[in-house]
């Protein structure tokens, strides 16, 4: 059983996820391949030498698709670093004054997802404004706002329509580049309970709004922060991985990094929310507590290269 387990993870990785029952399999990838090497460990004690040497094999093709995770990419180009918070704020709940407090010390840009109206007021009143001058947001009603705050100064900035849930788009000017950087704050529909349908077409469309956005950003660096609601494990997410693109967690060597759910006595299993760079290389990813929310917020220095 925990041979097939192990294969059903496998398997799962390069499905196109048309159904529930796929999803739930990919999600749970990182914690099936265990069954792969319980399994070697059996069948050698019971010396099954066909059977342990079918599960060294995928014991060890599960370790070449996992491994990545944990090795850091490193870059010798001058580079700028900043650093950048993204935050789901569960329907607009979660504690304004522990979020500004955090993204104070950690972070130069702040991208947030399910702003409310209300929310930002709470967020203004904690004194974000204060430490973040600049800012683009389309709040909205339970979770379809976000919004970015940022140190820079944002020169060019838009909505981004297509999406079930709100999109924006902001270029920030950072001293020391050729380029503006771009920064795009999203979040995707759920592949649950929401209709298969709205999931799969919010990943397409992300897929071209991500090489539109690389191809006009001048040879910038590109950041794509938010709740993907898809793991590195969903060929979907994977997809958008593509062009030039990387997701920081894989590039830190920061391991699964689960940031969901948050708000449970079980710990996160699911890492769905991600920063993914082009043209740039984050070099550290680490989770931070989001009081109120069900989500953590993910913590990520950038290194931006200073010529395009």
């Known amino acids: 059983m925990s041979l097939a387990a192990a294969a059903v993870a496998l398997v799962a990785r390069y499905l196109s996820l048309s159904n529930h ?12 391949t265990l069954g792969a090497p319980i399994a070697l460990i059996l069948f ?16 060890a093709v599960l370790i070449a698709v996992q491994l990545p995770l944990y090795m850091r990419e490193s870059s010798n180009v001058d580079h ?52 973040f001058p600049h800012r683009l947001v389309d709040a909205r009603d339970i979770a379809s706002g976000v919004g970015l705050w940022s ?13 079930e849930l709100a999109t924006v788009s902001a270029r920030i ?27 799969e077409q919010d ?16 040879g910038g660096c590109v950041l794509v922060a938010g709740d993907f609601n898809g793991t590195l494990d969903m060929l979907p997410f994977r997809r958008l991985l ?18 969901y759910p948050a708000d449970s006595r079980v710990p996160p299993l699911i890492a769905i929310d991600h920063v993914l760079t082009h043209r740039c290389t984050a070099t550290s990813a680490e989770r931070t507590e989001l009081p109120g929310s069900d989500h953590k917020g993910l913590k990520t220095v950038i290194e931006i290269p200073r010529s395009g």
């Open 151 to 163: 140190r820079y100064p944002i020169t060019v900035s838009q909505r981004i329509g297509g999406f």
């Open 80 to 131: 700028v670093r900043i650093r950048l918070m993204t935050a789901n704020l569960y329907l607009g709940l979660a504690d304004a004054t522990a979020v500004v407090a955090t993204a104070s010390t950690d972070a130069d840009v702040l991208a947030v997802q399910e702003l409310t109206p209300a929310a930002v007021e709470r967020l203004s009143a904690a004194g974000v404004d204060k430490v």
């Open 21 to 32: 029952a796929s999803v739930i399999a990919a999600v749970a990838a990182p914690y099936l």
């Open 203 to 218: 990943m397409q469309r992300m897929g071209q709004t991500m090489r539109d956005v690389s191809a006009t950003a001048d």
């Open 44 to 59: 050698l004690l019971a010396r099954r030498w066909l059977s342990a040497t079918v599960a060294l094999a995928v014991t």
């Open 242 to 259: 593509e062009n030039g693109y990387g997701d920081a967690v894989e590039q830190a060597g920061a391991g699964i990094a689960p940031t």
């Open 173 to 199: 000017e950072i001293d020391g580049l050729a380029s503006d950087p771009t920064v795009v704050v999203a979040h995707l529909s759920a592949p649950w309970p929401q209709p298969m349908s709205d999931w």
